[in-house]
């Protein structure tokens, strides 16, 4: 058994996330033809592409390697088309193994397949093989199991999205264009890009994919012109019948056999001098079969179609000089004919002739003949050879063989030019090739490298030929930007995704966010920030706002409340907020919605007696210091009788927040910073009024002023860059200057997108910054005659030196950051 290696991949110099391969993994049709099974996993989904056996072999020597894949990881199983060499262990792998995935093919082959296998099970029953790999109950209750698909119709399941193709190989053959997280791969199974008397040639799909696996059977050869074959097959055949003999045709049962059919039915109407000759075809399954080809005229070609519906509107399989034949039994072996079978009783005679019309695989009688041995191994004679029957080395009954023996290939398979061709109108940059002998692989493999060696690296066509079980992994960069299409009225919207979601991924903006406005008209000329919630459904993204998840995505959301109760017997509401504005930089006063005693209303019962402070005094003491406040616009705080009160929304963020917010309260009485800001020197009183009036306001860390924060940069900057810091003169404007508001300036206070849109905070905002205007406008650093010019407005540097720019911008972000406080770093407030 093959041991497993993996390949080189596709970009050496470049890191790829691993999630980004492509692997891909021949069970079979890797360097040989037959069994034709492949693996495609990408993003943790799984496709299998066909499930063949090996014409050569019997038993489970002819599977696939499926003990080297688990199965129960398929998602999707494809099949091309009904060739036994494709679709014959369908059935073992839907019945012997573990697979659950869900099947697909064209409605032609599932029609076709029924009969196709049930045959084969009945001939393998007659020779009672122990080889047989399944029944015919297994078949059939497996076939109940296959879903059909129209060509040209897209179906999506588990994120996979498939659409079929016509690939002009046998009636309902199809090529897949599938599609995973926007990473498009284009398989060709067996397909045919020359015309012929009844089947559309492949189609080139409107998509270019980024992946085609494509066949290789005939390599780098080149086929006859139709016409040119078609005529010197007649005249093979007429020459045969002219000396006395029986042509043989060794063909499949469907596929290349109909349109043999089509041809000899025709010349023999044209030419009366051959009418007296019977033409056969010995297959019962190619006579129930014919029904379906009869049904399915509309996926034929134009040719058929106008034979079918114009002139006599005869159905075109409705032959007038082609009769079908049960049995081998009741055949009249009398005169010339010619047949469409496989019997051995006329190679003894030189006067007859066999005439091979399609691809002849390594190990069949077909492909031993060809050399024109003296003798072949008895098929249907085997068993009743008698006694004197000439037998073998291994005890084989043997024929002689006389019959002349012609090749002249009508298999439905595309030649190096048609191949090429193809490839290269597709389009797509990594191409792998399956279904092919090794030597012809490897000839075709290095004629489309040379074809492509003139290109330049990034245009070159990566192409590899696996063996079977030789897993092959692929990288496909994935696209790190997403632009969001926008409604008319809307400006663009830039959307930075998560490395995990690649390869053109678009998300799709609905809801009340894909009718919200631009909220500042004049940052409607760059890029503005669109916040919302991105949704992934089987790599499909859109982005929301969280009311519409339940809408557009099915979800329910549940918000969490927290609450949590803290004692605080002796500090009052000042030194709680006094405390809170040292942590977190500024609190915000918000009404109080439960009404319940405060503890400056419990201080202020107890000291009725002994306050001397009016009503008027008392109110205003109120209305400065509340009882209710916010942080960070995450955690409603309220001060109550003998404990405060934390109430928050549930989530990472928030619960650090809290964390932090109790973490502060819960040593408040005991800081010695505390006592220290809450105490007085005065003796003892019981004038109520003096002890609050004392604890100050608000901590001189909170609502710090904007000339305090400059000042504070440019210590930071003095001490980077030395005395070479010098303040602009106040006036002074950048030469870009504008109306627009800074994205993050020394004056902004982490205003989130919200806050940009409300037009009372732009005004303040633009206020500011003219404030800063008439101060500090910025500073002059010179380095070597190097000058670069800050501007506190918007945190620009201008300078010609681009890496003193930087360096320059670097640590100018790492001093606004510092000297902010922490709600303004994290956009709270």
């Known amino acids: 058994m093959s041991a497993k290696r993996k390949l080189d991949p596709t970009v050496e110099e470049e890191l790829i996330d691993e999630s980004d391969h492509l692997t891909f993994l021949c069970l079979g049709g890797g360097n040989e033809v037959g069994r034709s099974c492949h693996i495609l996993k990408y993003k943790g989904k799984t496709v299998m592409l066909d499930a063949g056996v090996h014409p050569a072999y019997e038993g489970l020597a002819g599977l696939p390697f499926y003990d080297q894949f688990d199965l129960s990881t398929v998602d999707v199983l494809l099949i091309s088309h009904f060739h036994l060499d494709h679709a014959a ?125 494509c066949e290789s059977t005939y390599g780098t050869a080149t086929h006859m012109p139709r016409l040119e074959k078609e005529a010197r097959l007649m005249k093979m055949t007429t020459e045969i019948l002219n000396r006395g003999g029986r042509v043989l045709m060794p063909v499949f049962a469907l596929g290349r056999a109909q349109e043999l059919l089509l041809i000899l039915d025709e010349y023999w109407e044209k030419h009366p001098a051959y009418q007296s000759y019977p033409i056969y075809y010995a297959s019962n399954l190619a006579r129930k079969c014919m029904d379906v080809y009869r049904t399915y005229i509309n996926t034929m070609n134009d040719k058929i179609k106008r034979a079918m519906f114009e002139g006599e509107g005869r159905n075109p399989w409705d032959f007038r000089w082609v009769r079908s034949l049960k049995t081998i039994d009741r055949f009249e072996d009398v005169g010339g004919c010619v047949m469409l079978a496989s019997p051995e009783r006329w190679c003894p005679d030189p006067r007859n002739g066999l005439v091979i019309t399609g691809y002849s695989v390594e190990g069949t009688m077909a492909k031993q003949i060809m050399n024109e041995p003296t003798e072949i191994p008895a098929v249907v004679t085997a068993n009743r050879g008698g006694s004197t029957a000439n037998r073998g080395v291994d005890g084989q009954v043997m024929v002689p063989r006389r019959c002349s023996v012609e090749e002249l290939s009508f298999a439905a398979h595309v030649d190096y030019a048609q191949n090429s061709g193809f490839i290269e109108e597709v389009g797509a940059k990594v191409v792998i090739l399956v279904h092919g002998e090794q030597n012809n692989m490897g000839r075709l493999k290095s004629a489309l490298l040379s074809k492509n060696s003139d290109r330049k690296d990034k245009d070159k066509v990566k192409i590899y030929n696996p063996k079977n079980c030789e897993e092959l992994r692929i990288p496909f960069k994935a696209d790190k930007i997403a632009k969001v299409p926008s409604p008319p009225r809307l400006s663009r919207f830039t959307i930075t995704t998560p490395r995990s979601l690649t390869h053109s991924l678009t998300p799709q903006v609905v809801g009340k966010l894909a009718q919200k406005p631009p909220g500042n008209q004049t940052l409607a000329l760059k890029e503005q920030l669109l916040t919302g919630v991105l949704v992934q459904n089987d790599f499909k993204l859109s982005l929301m706002t ?95 009788k003998g404990y405060v009160e934390m109430e928050w929304v549930g989530n990472m963020l928030n619960d650090g927040i809290a964390d932090a917010t109790a973490a502060v309260l819960m040593g408040l009485e005991t800081s010695p910073a505390a006592v220290r800001h809450s105490s007085t020197t005065a003796t003892h009183t019981h004038t109520h009024s003096s002890a609050l009036s004392e604890i100050p306001e608000t901590s001189p860390h909170a ?36 109306t627009a508001l800074p994205p993050k300036s ?65 640590v100018v972000e790492r001093a606004v950051e510092t000297v902010a406080p922490l709600v303004d770093l994290l956009g709270g407030y």
């Open 89 to 213: 262990s369908l059935p073992y792998v839907m019945t012997k193994t573990n697979f659950r995935g869900r099947v697909f093919m064209t409605h032609p082959t599932k029609a076709i397949y029924k009969w196709l296998i049930q045959d084969s099970v009945r001939v393998g029953n007659v020779h009672n093989s122990p080889d047989n790999l399944y029944t015919e109950a297994d078949h059939l209750s497996s076939y109940s199991r296959i879903e059909a698909i129209d060509y040209h119709t897209t179906l999506t399941h588990a994120g996979i999205s498939i659409t079929p193709y016509h690939a002009g190989h046998v009636l309902g053959g199809a090529m897949f264009f599938i599609e995973i997280a926007g990473l498009k791969i284009l398989f060709t199974g067996d397909y045919s890009r020359e015309d012929d008397r009844h089947l559309v040639s492949a189609e080139v799909p409107h998509q270019k994919p980024d992946l085609l696996i």
């Open 546 to 640: 969280p009311d519409d998840l339940r809408e557009y995505a099915g979800l329910t959301t549940t918000v969490v409340s927290c609450r949590q109760k803290i004692p605080m017997r002796a500090a009052g509401v000042s030194l709680v907020r006094w405390s809170l504005d040292n942590m977190f930089g500024a609190v915000v006063d918000i009404p109080d919605d439960d009404g319940e005693s405060s503890v400056e209303e419990e201080e202020k019962s107890s000291a009725d007696e002994d306050n001397d402070m009016s009503d008027e005094e008392e109110e205003g003491l109120k209305r400065k210091n509340g009882n209710t406040f916010k942080i960070m616009d995450t955690i409603t705080v309220r001060c109550r």
């Open 703 to 738: 609502h710090i002023r904007h000339s305090d924060r400059i000042e504070q940069v440019l210590t930071f900057l003095e001490a980077q860059f030395g005395e070479c810091v010098t303040p602009l003169p106040p006036g002074s404007q950048p030469a870009s200057s504008s």
């Open 746 to 810: 020394i004056a902004e206070a982490a205003t989130t997108t919200a806050a940009i849109t409300d037009s009372r905070a732009a005004t303040e905002e633009m206020d500011v910054v003219q404030e800063m205007r008439e101060v500090v406008p910025g500073v002059q650093i010179k380095i070597d005659n190097i000058v670069a010019n800050v501007w506190f407005e918007n945190l620009d540097v201008e300078c010609r030196s681009e890496s003193l720019k930087m360096r320059v911008k670097t």
